[in-house]
């Protein structure tokens, strides 16, 4: 099983591998076709229209996880009733949330006028944005939902290339409409083929992987009944998930009320890079999730917790590097792939940094958790998103962009960096939690210290006016980042020794 979870995790990371390479270069050439032919606005007006819309989907919070975490033992156990039938489940509250969703909308609808008021696009355009944007969420919940099955069954490497496949035509076929002067209509009505396609193509590679998947045929209210435990972590999940809602979505709105809109683009064009890197962070770690879900289920504590350090020691020093690489290169790279014009001041910088960090780093704790099914801390999230929603108005107020990053990361360190592992550690691994706090600051004083020196002697370098030499001086200072916290993390820490034997052994093919 240990093998077969270990094979799987290396298909999925091939092949995310693979399309996120695809997707930097396709995004990367994309986002700079979109800003010169649509402009700052029309780019900020439609992050924000995603971002207005993803607070009305609040109501799907939680159904995803909780309904992939109760379908490993089924798989597991290969027992096809019952994933069916929390499919099926699913199927059920999700057509009610598409319901509210409709419901939810046509207030916004009418207030989208008094929202955007002096924009540069039309108001149809608005309307019509929207409405699109709208239908992406409508297939997902009335049609896509299943694909949480191929998810939590660890075959993701079947689905992703016909859906990433589907978004880069979809992109392509934008861009060489806005060469050929359709502007953002033929862009906006990509969007919507785009969403159709994709409903095709989902359906397409279930039937085909799943030929006995169907519809259950008990009534709705006999299932709910049967899955009420079910029911009742979903509601837990829904309040888990509005801290993380409300640290993704609310900073480009908080932002567009404090500063501009065009301060939107500004901050979208370092989130997107900053997103890229969680991607490739994701990528590596590819199906940790089911993989850990399935080693809880076979009760080995042991092993677990070898493997929770092994996960969390090669976690933090990959995201250190990222985040090290992201602080030396960022700024040349938008200069060059951008303008300078679109730089943020080194301060945002620091701050955006700090918070990407965190989100990359989280997911192991999140992810032992999530297994463990440890909902039950419902007054957690609430404070994450009170936290952050109150610290970033009244310092973004106060200080402006900076003001509303500082007051997401302080979410962050008091949720998720204290609390959560405190509660996985005590309910669910039932190992002293000191333990953790004792790793966490022996891995942070090695990644910081190691950075603070090394920053330190390649601002004492003379560096020339040549921008790809000033690239490549940096570069070299990353290597030497990572071959410095590399060694010194394998001296100190099981973890790093663990994860060094695993890569041995896969680079060798000794699974």
């Given at each position: 099983?240990?093998?077969?979870?270990?094979?799987?995790?290396?298909?999925?990371?091939?092949?995310?591998?693979?399309?996120?390479?695809?997707q930097?270069?396709?995004?990367?050439?994309?986002?700079?076709?979109?800003?010169?032919?649509?402009?700052?606005?029309?780019?900020?007006?439609?992050?924000?229209?995603?971002?207005?819309?993803?607070?009305?989907?609040?109501?799907?919070?939680?159904?995803?996880?909780?309904?992939?975490?109760?379908?490993?033992?089924?798989?597991?156990?290969?027992?096809?009733?019952?994933?069916?039938?929390?499919?099926?489940?699913?199927?059920?509250?999700?057509?009610?949330?598409?319901?509210?969703?409709?419901?939810?909308?046509?207030?916004?609808?009418?207030?989208?006028?008094?929202?955007?008021?002096?924009?540069?696009?039309?108001?149809?355009?608005?309307?019509?944005?929207?409405?699109?944007?709208?239908?992406g969420?409508?297939?997902?919940?009335?049609?896509?939902?299943?694909?949480?099955?191929?998810?939590?069954?660890?075959?993701?490497?079947?689905?992703?290339?016909?859906?990433?496949?589907?978004?880069?035509?979809?992109?392509?076929?934008?861009?060489?409409?806005?060469?050929?002067?359709?502007?953002?209509?033929?862009?906006?009505?990509?969007?919507?083929?785009?969403?159709?396609?994709?409903?095709?193509?989902?359906?397409?590679?279930?039937?085909?992987?799943?030929?006995?998947?169907?519809?259950?045929?008990?009534?709705?209210s006999?299932l709910?009944?049967?899955?009420?435990?079910?029911?009742?972590k979903?509601?837990?999940?829904?309040?888990?998930?509005?801290g993380?809602?409300?640290?993704?979505?609310t900073?480009?709105?908080?932002?567009?009320?404090f500063?501009?809109?065009?301060?939107?683009?500004?901050?979208?064009?370092?989130?997107?890079?900053?997103?890229?890197?969680?991607?490739?962070?994701?990528?590596?770690?590819?199906?940790?999730g089911?993989?850990?879900?399935?080693?809880?289920?076979?009760?080995?504590?042991?092993?677990?917790?070898?493997?929770f350090?092994?996960?969390?020691?090669?976690?933090?020093?990959i995201?250190?590097?990222?985040?090290f690489?992201?602080?030396?290169?960022?700024?040349?790279?938008?200069?060059?792939?951008?303008?300078?014009?679109?730089?943020?001041?080194?301060?945002?910088?620091?701050?955006?940094?700090?918070?990407?960090?965190?989100?990359?780093?989280?997911?192991?704790?999140?992810?032992?958790?999530?297994?463990?099914?440890?909902?039950?801390?419902?007054?957690?999230?609430?404070?994450?998103?009170?936290?952050?929603?109150?610290?970033?108005?009244?310092?973004?107020?106060?200080?402006?962009?900076?003001?509303?990053?500082?007051?997401?990361?302080?979410?962050?360190?008091?949720?998720?960096?204290?609390?959560?592992?405190?509660?996985?550690f005590?309910?669910g691994?039932?190992?002293?939690?000191?333990?953790?706090?004792?790793?966490?600051?022996?891995?942070?004083?090695i990644?910081?210290?190691?950075?603070?020196?090394?920053?330190?002697?390649?601002?004492n370098?003379p560096?020339?006016?040549?921008?790809?030499?000033?690239?490549?001086i940096?570069?070299?200072?990353?290597?030497?980042?990572?071959?410095?916290?590399?060694?010194?993390?394998?001296?100190?820490?099981?973890?790093?020794?663990?994860?060094?034997?695993?890569?041995?052994?896969?680079?060798?093919?000794?699974?």
């Amino acid at each position: 099983m240990a093998a077969s979870r270990t094979k799987r995790t290396l298909q999925n990371s091939k092949v995310s591998l693979i399309l996120f390479v695809i997707q930097i270069l396709v995004g990367f050439y994309s986002r700079k076709v979109f800003l010169e032919y649509l402009g700052d606005e029309v780019i900020g007006l439609n992050t924000t229209l995603g971002n207005i819309l993803s607070f009305l989907n609040l109501a799907e919070l939680g159904i995803g996880i909780a309904m992939a975490t109760s379908l490993y033992k089924p798989i597991h156990d290969e027992d096809q009733q019952t994933i069916c039938e929390i499919l099926t489940v699913q199927g059920i509250l999700y057509k009610r949330i598409a319901w509210i969703l409709c419901l939810l909308s046509i207030p916004v609808l009418v207030g989208l006028p008094y929202i955007f008021p002096s924009t540069n696009c039309s108001i149809v355009y608005v309307y019509i944005a929207y409405i699109v944007f709208l239908s992406g969420s409508l297939f997902s919940y009335l049609w896509n939902y299943r694909q949480v099955l191929i998810q939590a069954d660890q075959k993701n490497y079947k689905l992703m290339p016909w859906i990433h496949g589907t978004r880069y035509v979809k992109v392509i076929i934008q861009i060489i409409l806005l060469y050929t002067n359709y502007g953002i209509w033929g862009w906006i009505f990509m969007e919507l083929i785009g969403n159709i396609a994709t409903v095709f193509v989902i359906n397409h590679v279930l039937r085909k992987e799943y030929p006995w998947l169907q519809r259950s045929t008990q009534p709705a209210s006999t299932l709910l009944s049967k899955y009420k435990d079910l029911i009742t972590k979903t509601k837990q999940l829904f309040v888990h998930k509005i801290g993380s809602f409300v640290l993704e979505q609310t900073a480009p709105l908080i932002i567009y009320a404090f500063v501009s809109l065009s301060m939107v683009t500004y901050y979208g064009n370092y989130m997107m890079l900053i997103g890229y890197t969680v991607t490739l962070m994701n990528v590596i770690f590819e199906g940790m999730g089911a993989s850990i879900g399935n080693l809880v289920a076979e009760n080995n504590k042991s092993h677990t917790m070898e493997v929770f350090w092994e996960l969390f020691t090669s976690r933090l020093w990959i995201a250190g590097i990222a985040c090290f690489g992201l602080y030396l290169l960022i700024g040349p790279f938008i200069s060059l792939w951008l303008s300078p014009r679109y730089l943020l001041s080194e301060t945002s910088l620091l701050l955006l940094v700090m918070g990407m960090f965190i989100r990359i780093t989280r997911s192991v704790v999140d992810s032992f958790k999530n297994a463990y099914q440890l909902f039950a801390d419902v007054w957690s999230p609430i404070a994450e998103a009170g936290i952050n929603l109150g610290g970033s108005i009244l310092l973004g107020y106060l200080w402006g962009l900076n003001g509303i990053l500082l007051g997401s990361n302080l979410s962050l360190i008091l949720i998720v960096l204290v609390w959560k592992p405190y509660y996985t550690f005590r309910y669910g691994l039932k190992s002293p939690v000191r333990l953790y706090f004792m790793q966490y600051i022996l891995h942070l004083a090695i990644l910081l210290g190691c950075a603070w020196i090394i920053r330190t002697g390649v601002m004492n370098l003379p560096m020339e006016d040549n921008i790809y030499l000033h690239i490549t001086i940096l570069s070299i200072t990353l290597l030497a980042y990572i071959v410095c916290t590399g060694m010194l993390l394998y001296i100190s820490t099981s973890g790093m020794r663990s994860f060094s034997h695993r890569i041995i052994k896969i680079t060798t093919h000794k699974l």
